[in-house]
């Protein structure tokens, strides 16, 4: 296979060779689906009940000789369409870009050495490295493969993961049995392996049943389908006051005419004038336009999340960042940066000091003051530990001036640093010692063992590490001095000691063994101790702010980890996690009342293991709380699809459990969490500001129109106006809302209740009399021009300008009135100046150029933006002083109050 792709197992291709096969087979990638199709999105602006009805409306109006009216009013609805489709098509641009970063990354050799790509750009003859918890991303031809199974469910069916091997078939097999071949979109699920690429994209098995496979639509959101349903609602009741209003506007100036008078063509006409004005104010009331504002508002947000290191797979899940009450974080690399470094290290019974910082390979190592140095026969001195850190081992290093650059685990790399720092070039001690089998790492057994060659002897020797106290528990000899004697109970008790020692000093230790590999026993019993390496993995310097904030937000913080428990303690005391400390396996043994209280309490689980992080998960679900769960391995992909929002590690973390994820830590840090935290709270209220802020504006157009006609006056806006107004104050400004900055002391409240909805009582209260007083001040304006341009030639025109224009004036300031609940500054968010002063411009573009002869508009004088200006003053004045009177009738303060208090 090999020879057919013209590739050498060792160096991989050259970067020539990669884009003449790029070139020849194109990217690694399924025919993508149907791309947005410009024509169908716009004209799907126009699929509406209400908008049908409109075009009906219009259609009569220019059988009926009204022709400016109806060309106007079609001008206005593509300008709507327009905006419509301009936002629609950004949100599935926001989207498609959202899906790119979610694309996974695969190891290669190329140019002689290891690097990770894109996994579209992998071509055929790649030499691809593959280990547990990798999702394959191209058909491969296995080359060698080490305890290795992968589980092909979702190309074969089969249930239970299949073992794998290098060696030739000499049959013709089916998919399921060729066991010596890796299928695109198959996951690895024990072992490790390297394999050559020999189809990808369309040419891979599950690219030739592409035609079957679609991509799930995607669903709404919990909120978006909420808004939905509560459209619905508001818009039945809209559409019924609307009626309302078409009823009363044909009785006042149609039926009476026709009753009394015989004047049928009057009634005809005001028909239709009002069915016109009903179905406009109908366009302009109804927030349909919600839903794909809030896709907007949390594709946007997610877009400035990934700035912060969380990369959100699912856009439900900003929901969820806003209601976590816990947060169940690993230690490793999360709470801690995850950059290992050696201190100390323990073999013949002493104590070795091992000095540098880092992944720095300058340091001394001191055993006793004194230099180790090495000996002529294997297994004679302390740098034999050291040598099984370096052979029982899948990390590599690039050194260059004595700094290396890892790849692989952070873990593994300070053991490597370690032992060049003891004088052991790895690269060349490895390359002698060759490896012939693997038992790799896994959560159960916290060990990992590999059986090597001797370059002398070629006698075959196991080495492993793992948890102190397991590796002891396989241990029969220990070494000392180049004697290997019996372990006593006396001496295993004086190592776990010492590793208690270690540990208490907030380090990571590891023990370490060997042994002459025989083929009549196990490969992980009877092994020889050698001895122990501590590392210290310090916290991140912003950790403990974090975990800080966390508490004030009222949510706990609860450390979940493999590590030792005195380790574990050690670090939760200096970071801040306040709690009792315990066992993964004593928490497992205790009854399920007992895990209850202990829930409560514990707040330091150590040694856990996968399972253990489930039962976690649904003792704290049972209880009503919204949790947070990170994980990094295919055994914790069950506790991250448990987890209300399940966070995957985007640098240490396997495919298998980024794929589970809600959430992709890029840092692995776990401030990023507190980060998104913060952010899906913020988004959150930037929805609630632009509900209220349309529902309380719609609503307000309406009761304008319908008190008119009660009151018997002079309609104050035509149909033409009210979509005008729908044009400049609805889309705009509302979006602009969306990005507004967030509230100071959005990490200073409690977390929001699933059962909360976007419109509880007290914003319901203020939607409904900021509308009030809208349509009063409006009304006042309107009853002030009808006295004083009573008798003048442009009468109508003129009070229906300054109802149509002081309606848009009190609307736009209502953004900052809703701004100003949340304490945001006037000129905090650049988007809303613009879209404010884009809306003021149109209008008095229209006012004050011949455009006005479209609305049958006339100019306003300054005594009448004078009017204009002091009335919407007095409408903002009130509605501040509404939310003190808001807040003291629902017994809450403003929203400033820490989350004890509020």
Known sequence: MLKELNVDAENGLSNEEVEKRKSQYGLNELKAKKKINLIVLFFSQFR?????????????????????????????????????????????????????????????IRNSQIILIDTKEIVPGDIMLLEEGNKISADARIIEAISFESSEASLTGESMPVSKHSDAIDKEVTIADQRNMLFSGTTITRGKARAVVVATGMNSEIGKIAGLVSEFKEEPTPLQRKLEHFGKYIGVAIIFICFIVFILGVVKEGLIKLLFQGQFLDFVFASKTWFLIAVSLAVAAVPEGLPAIVTIVLALGVIKMVKRNALIRRLPSVETLGETTIIATDKTGTLTKNEMTVKVAYANLKDIQVGGEGYDIKGRVLCNGSPLHRASQFGKNELLLFNVGVLCNNASLNIDKNKAEIIGDPTEAALLISAEKAGIKHAEFRKAWKRISEEPFDSIRKMMS?????????????????????????????????????????????????????????????????????????????????????????????????????????????????????????????????GEGMNGLDFAKLGREEQFKAIENVSIFSRVEPKHKVIIIELLQSKGEIVAMTGDGVNDAPAIKKADLGIAMGISGTDVAKEASDMVLQDDNFTSIVNAVEEGRGIYENIKKFVNYLLSCNLGEVLVILLAIILGWP??????????????????????????????????????????????????????????????GVLILFKWAMIKYSGTEFYLGKIQTIAFTSIIVMELSRLQAIRSEYKIGIFSNKYL??????????????????????????????????????ITTGVFIISMFGVIARDKIFERKASNLPATKF
């Open 48 to 108: 509406s009940f209400i908008i049908y009805i409109l075009l009906f409306a219009v259609l009569i109006s220019l059988i009926s000789g009204e022709y400016i009216d109806s060309v106007v009013i079609l001008v206005i609805l593509l300008f709507n369409a327009f905006f419509g489709f301009v936002q629609e098509y950004k949100a599935e641009k926001a989207i498609e870009a959202l899906k790119k970063l979610t694309e996974l990354k695969s190891k290669v």
């Open 450 to 578: 590999t059986i090597n060659v001797s370059p002398d002897t070629k006698r075959a020797y196991v080495f492993t590490k793992g948890a102190p106290e397991k590796v002891l528990e396989r241990c029969s000899r220990i070494l000392i001095n180049g004697k290997i004697i019996r372990l006593r109970n006396k001496l295993r008790q004086e190592l776990l000691e010492k590793n208690d020692e270690f540990t208490k000093g907030a380090l990571r230790v590891l023990g370490f063994a060997y042994k002459e590999h025989k083929k009549n026993e196990k490969i992980e019993d009877n092994l020889i101790f050698v001895g122990l390496q501590g590392m210290i993995d310090p916290p991140h310097p912003e950790v403990k702010e974090s975990i800080r904030r966390c508490k004030e937000a009222g949510i706990r913080v609860i450390m979940v980890t493999g590590d030792n428990k005195n380790t574990a303690e050690a670090i939760g005391r200096e970071i801040g996690i306040s």
């Open 833 to 870: 100046i613009l879209a404010v002063a884009s809306s003021l411009i149109l209008q008095l573009i229209v006012i004050y150029t011949p455009l006005r002869g479209f609305f049958d508009i006339v100019p306003l004088s300054l005594v009448d933006w004078g009017m204009i200006i002091v």
């Open 715 to 776: 309609l104050p806006m035509t149909a033409v106006m009210i979509l005008w107004l729908n044009l400049v104050t609805d889309g705009l400004p509302a979006l602009a809302l969306g990005v507004d900055p967030y509230p100071k002391d959005v990490m200073k409240r409690p977390p929001k209740k699933t059962s909360d909805g976007i419109l509880n009582k007290s914003t319901g209260f203020n939607i409904i009399y900021v509308s009030i007083f809208i349509t009063l």
